[in-house]
């Protein structure tokens, strides 16, 4: 039966695979965004503006050993994918081995760090004096279980890898909902404040990775071994190029969360970095149809590279860039039509809570529905420069996607939020985003066209 839905990426119609990827992962994105915007809710409505700083500053670098995982799960994949469109059942399985022991070794170090020098990592992901003990609290609760949170990252893409995005879609929408939950309970009803809101997050990490887990024992084709799991230096070699690429662009977002909360922090205030991180946020739930759509592109595109029917790799490209582009378009409408509505959901201007809590969630929803349009305004052009550095990655060509991959974080947005704010301000750090989104979607589309030109088109094979 699993055999069976692996092979169905390289006979079904493109349309027909496209939305039955990219529909599971969409609505296990919707689900962990709408989580995370009850998450910021809660904080903010509960705790109060100063916790949703303090969660913001945080997830730089807790995000940056989750993505361990992401960037193994995600390479690795692409090395699989192919594996299993060649009918190579057996590198696919010593692949997968290879990307659990590699997750577990190097995120379980990681965390052994973040919590041996917690006190020099909180200071440098730029906590404020107003807020450095919520998130001080936050950050040593949630590393405890950072390492089921990157297993659960590579496990997640592996299940994709297969074609069980439903699957996949459930190992994201069950740690959600049992977030939201906890939330509830360990911060409204039992008041532990800022420590539940931590212990919900961990405990969800927990429910993920024993779903995943049990998908592995029961219904996956790839059934580990210790063989299997022993490192294999040719394996982890094609793994660590590919999972690099996605690695360097997690760390360079990384890079990028502290980089906002410096800059913000030294040219505007605690408000301006809690807006910040409720933009974040929104830009995951709004965005989710077309992430979707980026996830559900990359095993198709793999497999059939893999299986060398490169007129359906051509035409997976086009018909994901073509849905993408008409669900942004949507996004972008919707986003530059209601944002005080979006950011009225994260605060509370009750006349019964505190007159400083009341005060700051005044001011930022006075500030933050301008920021928010500035952020999302280059939306509809997003999908080029998504699908493009996929493709790449899905291929196998590491060096265009890195640099792809690196294009608008690395390239564009990190020197622009360098340089704007000393003539614009805080104006400058929301400027930057669509200045950075054009000038990386041009370059993407230049190298996509010719490499399908180049590769793509010539070629007969179907």
């Known amino acids: 039966m699993t055999k069976v839905s692996s092979e169905a990426l390289g006979t079904q119609p ?9 529909v599971p992962a969409s ?5 962990m965004s709408l989580n995370m915007i009850v998450d910021t809710a809660f904080l903010g409505n509960w705790i109060g503006a100063l916790a949703i700083s303090a969660v913001r500053v945080v997830i730089p670098f807790t995000f940056f050993i989750g993505a361990i995982g992401l960037a193994i799960g995600v390479g690795g994949s692409s090395v699989l994918s192919r594996a299993l469109g060649s009918d190579d059942h057996d590198k696919a399985l010593k692949v997968f081995g290879n990307q659990t022991t590699l997750t577990f070794l190097i995120s379980g170090s990681l965390a052994l760090i973040g919590l041996l020098f917690q006190d020099f990592f909180i200071n440098f992901l730029g906590a404020e004096d107003s807020f450095k003990d919520y998130a001080l609290i936050y950050y040593r609760i949630v590393l405890y279980g950072i390492v089921m949170l990157s297993m659960c990252m590579m496990g997640n893409n592996v299940i994709r890898a297969e074609g069980k995005p439903k699957f996949a879609m459930v190992a994201m929408i069950l740690p959600a909902i049992g977030n939201i939950f906890l939330d509830y309970l360990l911060i409204n009803v039992m008041g532990y ?17 024993g779903f995943i887990l049990w998908f592995f024992v029961a219904k996956s084709e790839l059934r580990l071994n210790l063989e299997c799991v022993k490192l294999k230096k040719k394996i982890v070699t094609e793994i660590g190029g590919l999972s690099f690429v996605t690695l360097a662009r997690q760390a360079t977002i990384a890079v990028l969360g502290v980089l906002l909360n410096n800059v913000l922090g030294d ?17 995951m739930f709004v965005l989710f149809p077309v992430i979707g759509i980026n996830q559900g592109f990359m095993p198709i595109a793999g497999y059939n590279y893999g299986a060398k029917k490169f007129q359906r790799v051509r035409e997976s490209i086009n018909t994901s860039i073509t849905y993408g582009s008409i669900l942004a378009i949507l996004i972008f409408i919707i986003v530059m039509t209601f944002p005080q509505q979006f950011i009225s959901v994260f605060v509370s201007t009750k006349a019964s809570i505190d007159p400083e809590t009341l005060a700051a969630n005044k001011e930022i929803l006075r500030r933050t529905p301008s920021a928010l349009r500035l952020v999302f305004l280059a939306t509809p052009f997003i999908i080029v420069q998504l699908i493009g550095s996929a493709y790449f990655q899905s291929i196998g060509k590491v060096i ?25 301000g805080v104006l400058g ?3 930057a985003f669509p200045i950075a989104d054009v000038l990386s979607t ?21």
Do not use: H
């Open 14 to 22: 493109i349309g027909k695979l496209l939305i039955q990827q990219a």
């Open 27 to 31: 609505i296990g994105i919707l689900v």
């Open 193 to 209: 404040g800022m420590e539940g809101a931590a212990w919900a997050t961990f405990i969800s990490y927990a429910i993920c990775f």
């Open 267 to 283: 040219y505007g205030d605690d408000i301006d970095i809690a807006s910040n991180g409720i933009i974040i946020v929104l830009q």
């Open 400 to 424: 265009p996607a890195l640099l792809l991959s690196l294009t608008k974080q690395g390239f564009f947005l990190i020197p622009l939020i360098l340089i704007l704010p000393q003539f614009l």
């Open 429 to 431: 750090v929301w400027i």
């Open 442 to 462: 041009i370059l993407t589309a230049y190298y996509l066209n010719r490499e399908v030109r180049k590769n793509l088109v010539t070629s007969k094979t179907t």
